[in-house]
């Protein structure tokens, strides 16, 4: 079965700092897509960074970036210098090259320590 | 320009009510999804429209959901005999792809149902 699993229910980080948060996938495809989405208390899911499978360099995107690890099916997002802004639900979530369906983790808290 | 837009933003009904929830994806993305959100979960794929096409309604979870998509722009997802179980957000998303995932999706705000 196809998985996507988040281990850290929440974390919490001061502002400025740098935090990471993970994610591990399970899938026999060698062709995905990996995507970080962040879901504010307004419940609008917004694109944070993707990431394709058949590229080795780590997507980055200003303050978050990623490190993928194909082999241990790791994707783990480290966002920089975090803002106040950044607190909300952050899933990871993957869908194969061939199927549009996005495989979705259970989410993790961000929170931001002013 | 604008971007996925869903209404209502909330929606209240009686247990045994119909209810209809509206979205307007992104103009001429061919590709518009329905997903489930239960509280502190993530979303669960319900259906998929490739223009007016239902290619895929596997996540529909009885058959008092359906879901349209007449003209291959708004899509209407409707609960019928609606259940407490059925309390959720329900989130839309388009993207400019057909079946494949190498294009993002693009999520509107969602409708968070509440069941009395």
């Known amino acids: 079965a196809q998985t996507v699993t988040q281990s850290q229910p929440e974390m919490s980080v001061q502002e400025a700092e740098t935090v990471t948060l993970s994610c591990t996938y399970d899938?026999?495809?060698?062709?995905?897509?990996l995507f970080w989405y962040k879901q504010p208390p307004s419940r609008q899911m917004i694109l944070v960074i993707r990431?394709?499978?058949?590229k080795q360099q780590n997507a980055t995107e200003n303050r978050f970036s990623v490190n993928f690890q194909k082999a241990a099916k790791s994707f783990s997002l480290k966002i920089s210098d975090s803002q106040l802004g950044d607190a909300a639900m952050y899933f990871c979530?993957?869908?194969?090259?061939?199927?549009?369906?996005?495989?979705w983790g259970a989410g993790t808290k961000l929170i931001i320590k002013p | 320009g604008a971007g996925v837009s869903q209404s209502p933003r909330y929606k209240v009904a009686k247990r045994g009510q119909d209810v209809a929830l509206r979205c307007d994806p992104i103009?001429?993305?061919?590709?518009l999804f329905w997903y489930q959100q239960a509280l502190g979960q993530g979303p669960e794929f319900l259906t998929y429209?490739?223009?007016?096409?239902?290619?895929?309604k596997s996540g529909l979870p009885s058959d008092r959901f359906f879901a349209e998509r007449p003209e291959g722009s708004v899509s209407t997802l409707k609960i019928q005999r609606t259940q407490q179980e059925d309390s959720a957000v329900y989130l839309c998303?388009?993207?400019?792809?057909?079946?494949?995932?190498?294009?993002?999706?693009?999520f509107g705000d969602g409708t968070r149902l509440s069941i009395l």
């Open positions: 998303a388009s993207s400019l792809a057909g079946t494949l995932g190498n294009q993002p999706q693009h």
């Open positions: 103009s001429g993305h061919v590709s």
């Open positions: 429209f490739q223009n007016e096409a239902q290619l895929d």
């Open positions: 899938t026999s495809e060698s062709d995905y897509y």
């Open positions: 990431q394709e499978a058949y």
């Open positions: 979530a993957y869908n194969v090259d061939s199927n549009y369906q996005l495989i």
